[in-house]
């Protein structure tokens, strides 16, 4: 079946290292996207990638890098620089590059916890 | 730039009640409407869309219609069920173009009880 997948679905972290969260479609996707969710705050986006080797920031991207090296995968770093990295991250991908005019498809998501 | 304001919540309801959730939008431009739903322990996934104002978009028994002259898109269905408990995200986009992305609302938590 195509769909998102994230991995791990929860992962805890010590302060001061870096953790990578990754994400891979199979729905042969141009564009993806990570989002963080935090209570009462809906979601934000951190970056997004509408083609292979190419991204751009979203709202949020301090403390946060991306890679897109294949189409299928986004792999998220979060850093020691992010100063409040604990929230629930989902991953997302849309058909083209066209926003939200495409439907976006999310996946399951990885809930982060700082220790 | 471009927001989502949604009602405030959470909203408790018994079964077969009638629900409507509020959502109006700021846009320079004449954007697509989009609610999305996150059922507990899962990522989100469209429910309905409009893209031109007084288009209705419809799914699932859920309804919401593009009123451009009072910039809303609020969602209703005249009578919920317990498996509609979840998160419903108001958002919206831009025209398409290079830079487009999804403006979502910071979402309202419904629980229906038997």
């Known amino acids: 079946d195509g769909g998102i997948t994230q991995s791990p679905k929860y992962l805890f972290r010590k302060e001061g290292q870096n953790v990578t969260l990754s994400c891979e479609q199979n729905l042969n996707h141009d564009a993806m996207y990570w989002y963080r969710q935090d209570p009462g705050q809906g979601l934000r986006l951190i970056y997004y990638?509408?083609?292979?080797?190419?991204?751009q920031k979203g709202d949020i991207a301090e403390g946060y890098s991306v890679s897109r090296e294949k189409k299928e995968s986004f792999p998220l770093t979060v850093t020691s620089a992010q100063k409040n990295p604990t929230a629930f991250y989902l991953c997302?991908?849309?058909?083209?590059?066209?926003?939200?005019?495409?439907?976006?498809?999310f996946g399951p998501g990885t809930r982060l916890t700082v220790l | 730039g471009d927001s989502v304001t949604q009602m405030e919540g959470p909203v408790t309801l018994s079964e077969e009640a009638f629900l409507t959730i509020n959502c109006t939008y700021t846009?320079?431009?004449?954007?697509?409407l989009f609610w999305y739903v996150q059922y507990p322990g899962e990522g989100l996934q469209l429910l309905l869309k409009?893209?031109?104002?007084?288009d209705k978009g419809s799914n699932k028994g859920f309804e919401a219609t593009y009123r451009k002259e009072t910039t809303s898109f609020h969602l209703e269905k005249g009578s919920v069920q317990v498996s509609d408990s979840a998160v419903y995200f108001c958002a919206l986009s831009e025209k398409p173009g290079a830079n487009s992305k999804l403006t979502f609302g910071k979402g309202i938590t419904l629980s229906v009880r038997p």
């Open positions: 997302a991908s849309s058909a083209t590059g066209n926003g939200g005019w495409d439907e976006q498809f």
């Open positions: 846009a320079t431009g004449y954007p697509s």
């Open positions: 990638s509408q083609i292979v080797n190419d991204f």
């Open positions: 409009a893209t031109k104002a007084d």
